[in-house]
């Protein structure tokens, strides 16, 4: 695939000037594990609960008044739906969003109640890509892709640029959750001496594997079912891939379970509330399998859109394990 235009550390810089008065900065909170003090960057705290508000932002105000006026696709299992739906609201542009009929209540509504009209499809027979494509090219709109676009790597990276400030400088390693690896690719282009971990649900890890084959490897038919709704992106892009592979990015899955106790431990040891695919890369910290941490390694927490019987459910199952 042909590609004119490169996500780069320029446009990150870039995308963290054009959208600082639009998103909120997200905080660096302390957290200890095995016995080190690392940092974990809550970016469930960011408006609509997950750093999606980041890149749809950042390609939003970069549509001429022309485009503004036809509108926006996206499509999403829920964050980046909220992210482009709350961008849009923000900027008086109309939004239609492409959703999976299995997308998480909670998520749902928030899109909806930002003003975006929803189109459902089918998770398992429905292609979400088509749709988005038959979508924009019928109301002459323009599609926002979740994280195979420049301008949303771009602006996602711009927690990169945060993380930075609030350090007082470079990160040694900073684990991240990955889905399509917008985040991931944003953040590596933003702190290019950092040591880039990318963490996934067990068997939806297409980035770790891509990173082993040295090509794009998708997800299998038979993938496992999995609580974490965000991260299940059946092929990574060639943007994302490229930027995290020259960056010598390494990849790690974590098990359901370990998703779970993350979950319990932000709530009781941070006082977040994280989705499951938001508590991944705490999940491997936790789990030890992101190797050695230190006073300058971050954590980051993407998301924090989950039902709340769900969660409620899993705080409570967790509570009785510990007992």
């Known amino acids: 695939m042909f590609m004119s235009r490169f996500p780069t550390k320029e446009g990150v810089r870039a995308a963290a000037a054009r959208i600082r008065d639009h998103v909120v900065k997200t905080p660096l909170l302390p957290v200890e594990i095995g016995g080190v003090t690392s940092w974990v960057k809550a970016e469930c705290l960011q408006t609509g609960g997950s750093f999606k508000l980041r890149g749809a932002t950042n390609r939003l105000l970069q549509l001429s008044a022309d485009e503004r006026k036809r509108g926006v696709v996206a499509f999403s299992s829920g964050n980046h739906a909220q992210g482009v739906a709350i961008a849009a609201k923000r900027l008086g542009i109309l939004a239609t969003i492409v959703m999976p009929s299995d997308a998480p209540a909670v998520k749902v509504a928030a899109t909806r109640e930002a003003g975006a009209e929803i189109v459902f499809y089918d998770r398992v027979t429905e292609s979400r890509e088509e749709i988005g494509a038959r979508l924009a090219a019928e109301k002459g709109a323009t599609l926002v892709p979740s994280f195979d676009d420049v301008d949303i790597i771009e602006g996602q990276g711009t927690a990169g640029v945060e993380i930075a400030e609030q ?29 880039i971990v990318t963490v ?12 082993e084959a040295g090509e794009r490897v998708p997800v299998p038919d038979d993938a496992p079912a999995t609580l974490c ?7 990574v892009s060639p943007l994302t891939f490229g930027a995290l592979r020259d960056a010598g990015a390494t990849g790690v899955s974590v098990s359901e379970e370990e998703v779970q106790t993350a979950m319990a431990f932000a709530a009781r040891h941070l006082r977040l509330v994280v989705e499951p695919g938001g508590a991944v890369a705490l999940a491997a910290a936790l789990a030890g399998k992101a190797g ?12 924090g859109n989950v039902d709340s019987a769900l969660y409620a459910d899993i705080l409570t199952s967790q509570a009785v394990r510990a007992e």
């Open 167 to 195: 350090l007082g400088g470079m990160p040694d390693k900073v684990l991240v959750c990955c889905g399509g690896g917008g985040l991931s690719a944003g953040i590596a282009l933003a702190l290019p001496d950092a040591e």
């Open 200 to 211: 996934e649900p067990e068997g939806w890890d297409d980035m770790a594997r891509s990173f």
């Open 229 to 235: 709704d965000a991260l299940q992106t059946k092929l």
């Open 292 to 303: 050695s941490l230190s006073a300058r390694s971050v954590i980051l927490v993407s998301g």
